[in-house]
Every structure is written in structure tokens, then in C-alpha cells.
């Protein structure tokens, strides 16, 4: 206890003794310590000098004239200013009883006459350290509490984001993706109560393809912490398809890593979107096909010579309209296919066959961009539509072939596994960048918007693509390194009797 400045005191303590000697004796003994030490002969007087200046500690005698110590003890306890001064008693009282009256009265130790010095000061010394550290962990825990108390009121905060948010959320598990848990909002829109989802791996709430994106969107989330607005399609409880913008973070819950959903239902808005275009679609279909029928009239030379500057008019404005009949067929395709209007009508076909066609279709179109088609099929019986699976095959064939520089190669392949044919289209050409390898899937998605008048296209291909495959129960996706090309994958499922049947080519 020497580390004490030398003009603060170490502690302040009040002795309370009816004997002058007694009193003079530990007022010197502790002031030469470096206490400040106040002295009384009265317990009154000692009760009141305590509540007018609180002591660090004191020393109390027990037999005093008229208020003894162990009245004085209680009267100090009673107040809740005085009750935590730690109080020694100092007696020639030396039996048990009177000890144990002391430390009732509330007294925290009990040091006999007459006394040592060295064993009061040890004793003072020891109860004013524990004194010392049971305010520290005093304010220590008032500091917890307080923390506890805003911690909860954060979580009470986040919770009743959570639970009354608009939009559904979901919280599922990294490791083996099972719901962890989802607000209200996420069961009205999933028709699935609490019971029926929480704990429930997601592959059962999610179909295969849904599962397939949203794995995607979390391998994103890994590289860049975050993805946004993904559209994203999933059936409900009742077999309602709702499409949705979902928007995932990583986060941790409890230790455990999790994916928090966010989605953002957009199927009226897609559906009141469908509906507009298909309508507008077919009112331009009539008078474009008769503009087109006008422009034939006009190149035929019927209607009298054009002169060649005029001719050139013709052949921009022919071009042009062929375009937009070409986009307003395809809007109404794929809405007619969405709709169910256009079902796929399967047969048993050899694939090499289709993708023998779908190459013998587009080598007009490779010769004059100058770009090689290279074909390596594979001959396996699937039950497809031949006509829209070759739609499929043409459609990514002239995209590659679109997107090459002359000179380049393209190539149709396909391989077989024992549960799927696989077909790739790969091209040496420009490459899609990362962020559009989803969205050029969607309808009018495009990687430059100037890709629709410079290389004629409608930005419908690929959903039409993509609806056909799942059509048939496949998947389609692209892989590609900007700059350097892109591959275009397809899967079949084989029938039962394909599995096993293959036989390469
Ligand atoms: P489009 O009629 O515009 O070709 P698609 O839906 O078929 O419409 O393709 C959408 C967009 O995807 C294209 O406009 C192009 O930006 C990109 N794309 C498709 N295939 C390729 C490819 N092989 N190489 C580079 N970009 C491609």
C-alpha cells in the first residue's frame, strides 16, 4: 500500500472508542500509515460524522456508554448511504457468542483486545482491497447490464424488422441449406406455415432449377459479399409459380453461417408486363405484315422502277420491318409458350439427326460471317420436340456464329452421362461479362443495347431458349471469359431406356 500520492490519503477511516488510550493508539498508528482517520467516543456522534462524509471503513468498539456498537453496526446497515462501509469490530469481548453477534449486526470482521498493530493494519489493508474490488465489480456489472440491456433492445429492434417486414425474408443454413427461419410476409407468399418450413432442407420448398440459381447467387455472394435483385422463380405450397428479385447476404447466426434471403415479389408486375406486350404485339402484327406485303410490291418492281438510291431506301426499310416482325413473332412465341398455348409436342428423335439439322441450318450463316462449324454428335434417343429442340440448337448457333470475328471456329458438341445428354455451343467470340451471365436469360436482356440494331437480334433468343429446355426437363446455362469466348450448356434427361443405350458417334 505504498503507491499512494503523498498528499492524498490512502483511505479515510472513522475509529469510534469510548477509551481516549484506545483511540489515540490507532488514530497514530493508522495516520503514520497514511490514512486520514477521523476519531469519536460516542456512537451518535460516530453515526453522524459517517452520513455527514462517508468513511472508507471503520472500527468500531462494542462496549460503549449508551449506544453500543453492535446498535451502532445495525443503525449504519439500516441506511442505505452507510450499509456498504465495511465495518471492523474491536472488543475485549473474546468469546464466540459475542463474535458472532458482531458479524450479525453486520460487521465483516472481529478483532479481539488488546490488539496488535500489525494484525489491525493487515486487517484494515485487507477488508479496504475488498471493499475496492466489490465496487469495481460493482460498476462492472452496472456496465454489463447496461450493455445486456441495449443488446437486447437491438435484437428486439432487428426481430420486429424481421418478423413485420413487407418482404419476405428467409434464413437458411450455408453448410447444408436448411431454414433456419422466415418472417411472415415469406410464409403468406409461400402458402407454407412456420411449422412446415423451419428446419426443412430448401430443395424441398425450392425446385430443382430454383435450387440451381440460388446456389449461383450464393457462390456470387461469396466472392462479393452481396448479390442484388436476382430474378428468381419458385413454386408456392399450391403450385403457383411467383417470380421474385431476390437479394442474398451473408451473414452469421449464433456461430453458424447463413444466407439471408430478401425477395421482392414481382409476378403481378411480370404478368401485367407479359400482358402489354403480347397486346401490342398483336396489334402490330396485321398492319406490319401488310407494310411487308406493301415493301415485296415495291421491290418486285410492279409498281415501276426504283432508282438505285431508292432501292437502297427499300432494302433499309424491308431489313427494318423484317426485324420487327421477327421481334413481335417472338414476343408472341414465347408468351404463347408461357402460356401454355404452344404445347411441346415429343416424339422420339435421334439427337445426332437434330443436331446435324440444326448445323445444316446454319451454315449459310457461318459461310457468310466465314466462321467454322464444328460438329461432334452423339447418338442417343431422347423424347424431345424436334422442332423446338433444333429452334434451341439454331438459336445458340447463330449467337455464336453473331459474336465471332471471321476466321473463328464454333463448336456443336455433345456428351453423354448416365443421366443426361450434355450439348455445348462454344465460340472463340467476345465473351459475356460475369454480372450478365444470368440476365441475358431474361426476355429483351442484353449485354449492349446496340446489339439488337447491329446484329439484327430481338434479345428474346435465350428466354425462348431457356423456356423450351425447361420444357423438357433440362437446364441451360453459359459459362464464358470475357474477351475470350463463351460455352453455351445444355442438359436432356434420358429416358429410362436411353440410360445405357449410348452409343458415341
Ligand atoms: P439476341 O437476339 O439479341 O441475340 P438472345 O436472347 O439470343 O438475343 O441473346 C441475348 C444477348 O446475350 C445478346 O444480345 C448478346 O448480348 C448476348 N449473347 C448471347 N450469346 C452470346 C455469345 N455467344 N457471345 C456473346 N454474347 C452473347
Known sequence: ?????????????????????????????????????????????????????????????????????????????????????????????????????????????????????????????????????QNQLQQQNTVLQQEIKERAAAEEKFAKAFRSCPSPIAIATLADGHFVDVNRSFLMMSGYTQEEIIGRPMAEIYSESAMATFTEVVQQSQQKGFVRNQEFQFSTKLGAIKIVLLSLELIELGGTPCSLSILNDITERKRLENEFISLVSHELRTPMTSMMGALDLLSSGQLGTLTDQGKQVLDIATKNTERLIRLVNDILDLERMKSGKITMKKVRCNMAQLLIQAVETMKPMAEQARVNLKLEPCSVELEVDPDRIIQTFTNLLSNAIKFSEPGKTVWLKSVLNSKHLQITVEDRGRGIPADKLQVIFERFQQVDTSDSRQKGGTGLGLAICRHIVEQHDGRIWVESEFGRGSTFYITLPLSDEAKGEALVI
Open 1 to 133: 500500500m505504498s503507491t499512494q500520492s503523498a498528499n492524498k490519503p490512502k483511505a479515510d477511516i472513522l475509529v469510534i472508542d469510548d477509551t481516549p488510550e484506545n483511540l489515540a493508539l490507532l488514530s497514530q498508528m493508522l495516520t503514520e500509515k497514511g490514512y486520514k482517520v477521523r476519531s469519536v467516543t460516542k456512537g451518535s456522534t460516530g453515526i453522524r460524522g459517517a452520513k455527514a462524509a462517508l468513511p472508507d471503513l471503520i472500527l468500531l468498539d462494542v462496549k460503549m456508554p449508551q449506544m453500543n456498537g453492535y446498535e451502532v453496526c445495525e443503525q449504519l446497515k439500516a441506511d442505505e448511504r452507510t450499509r456498504n462501509i465495511p465495518i471492523i469490530f474491536i472488543s475485549a469481548l473474546g468469546d464466540v457468542g459475542d463474535k458472532v453477534k458482531a458479524f450479525q449486526a453486520g460487521g465483516v470482521d472481529y478483532i479481539t483486545k488488546p490488539f496488535q498493530v500489525e494484525e489491525v493494519l493487515a486487517r484494515v489493508d485487507t477488508h479496504l482491497i475488498i471493499q475496492r474490488l
